[in-house]
């Protein structure tokens, strides 16, 4: 079983800069990819950015550019700077790590809000 715990998040200005960190402990087997989702009040859950092992990085549309994921030394980490931030960034975010068919673990959520 996987454990997640998240840290960072917290209120900035349009424009500014965030930092989330996600350190995973338990058993790791099986386990392929490290990522970050978020979900906005009244909105589903969505994908934000992905990341193997290896350092392979997949990230959605809506962050491409202004977000950047990165796996840690050791690689059971997964940080997530967010700049050049929009209030439309603001949400719970939620580290993951799954294995190659689905989701094995979530973090708890942590609030990232931007104020315009």
């Known amino acids: 079983q996987v454990q997640l715990v998240e840290s960072g998040g917290g209120l900035v200005q349009v424009g ?13 087997f099986g386990i392929m990819f490290m990522g970050w989702y978020r979900q906005a009040p009244g909105k589903k859950r969505e994908f934000v950015a992905t990341s193997t092992s290896a350092g ?13 994921i990165s796996r840690g030394n050791p690689s ?30 979530w973090g708890q959520g942590n609030q990232g809000t931007v104020s315009s």
């Open 56 to 68: 392979v990085t997949h990230y959605a549309d809506s962050v491409k550019g202004r977000f950047t």
């Open 76 to 105: 059971e980490t997964v940080n997530l700077q967010m700049d050049t931030l929009k209030p439309e960034d603001t949400a719970v975010y939620y580290c993951d790590a799954a294995t190659a068919s689905e989701t094995a673990a």
């Open 16 to 28: 500014g800069s965030l930092r989330l960190s996600c350190s995973a402990s338990g058993n790791m």
